[in-house]
């Protein structure tokens, strides 16, 4: 079943609930907020002081990051992580499958991201809820010139303890920490928290595995058309410059996602489509 309701402040979300799986989206910045597998609790981090906003971004969840990643390069006065994720999408489709349904929604080039971003696009973001969580993120140059961008599912996954958790896959991987003014590193083993990261990977396809020993489980991670891996998280002294982030909520997720970020963005000619995934199972550790 799936069905539109008012979350919070009033904002319209698609609400899903399965056999399999329960989830919320929200149509604003088209964002993942929860899902739960049967059985388990909820895989996503929303921070309890998120703004439910128009034009404010929602902390956690599964924002989505397009055209560019961070601060724009050349503008720092353009939003963080792109210009859609706090716009106010199109639902286009709600379909069941056997034991899974999919919410397709898009958003469009318009003044309001001409001002910060000259080229015509349509983006769709097309989430299967069920047993695993697929999320799709496909962009379309609906222009007449060829046109760069950098994209990413920036998921929180909620963890007991970010002190606590490892990422496999990554060992051996060349990455730019960017907490150390983005110097070219090269991953030893098993990703572990113990400080403010923001490693961005490159050049990896890997499958991912965040291994969580409080909550008991492994959050499976696997990507399509992704050449670049970010991991982050604030720690206690970045979580207490974020106003919508509670001073000890950094403890409670960890963000690894798809993404193509840096010298792994995606050129894309007028008329083609680029298509990125990911897909987000549980099982226990």
């Not at 496909?138 to 760069?148: E, K, L, P």
């Not at 969580?212 to 990507?223: E, W």
């Not at 950094?250 to 010298?263: D, G």
Request: with cysteine; charged share 25%.
């Amino acid at each position: 079943m799936a069905e539109i309701v008012a979350g919070e402040s009033g904002l319209e979300k698609v609400r899903v609930s399965t056999a399999a799986a329960e989830a919320d989206i929200y149509l604003h910045g088209a964002q993942v907020t929860s899902w739960r597998p049967a059985g388990d609790e909820d895989v996503i981090f929303l921070s309890k002081q998120s703004k439910f906003q128009d034009g404010k971004a929602i902390r956690g969840g599964i924002p989505i990051c397009f055209p560019w990643f961070r601060g724009k390069a050349d503008n720092p006065k353009a939003p963080a992580h792109g210009v859609v994720r706090t716009k106010s999408w199109k639902l286009d489709s709600l379909e069941q499958q056997q034991d899974s349904v999919v919410v397709t929604m898009s958003t469009e080039s318009d003044d309001g991201t001409r001002q910060w971003w000259p080229h015509e696009f349509r983006v769709m973001h097309r989430v299967t809820v069920g047993p695993e969580l697929k999320l799709e993120l496909i962009v379309t140059n609906t222009g007449s010139t060829a046109m760069h961008f950098e994209e990413a599912l920036h998921t929180y996954h909620q963890v007991g303890d970010a002190e606590k958790v490892r990422v496999s896959g990554l060992d051996g991987v060349v990455f730019l920490d960017n907490m150390d003014a983005n110097r070219e590193k090269t991953q030893r083993g098993d990703v572990i928290l113990t400080q403010p990261t923001d490693n961005a990977y490159l050049q990896t396809k890997s499958v991912l595995e965040l291994v969580d020993a409080i909550l008991g489980r492994r959050i499976k991670i696997a990507k399509e058309n992704s050449l670049s891996t970010v991991v982050w998280n604030p720690w206690s002294s970045g979580a207490k410059a974020l106003a919508d982030l509670g001073d000890e909520e950094w403890r409670h997720f960890a963000c690894v996602e798809a993404s193509n970020i840096l010298s792994c963005g995606v050129d894309l000619a007028p008329g083609a489509q680029h298509t990125i995934a990911a897909r987000i199972s549980v099982a226990a550790s």
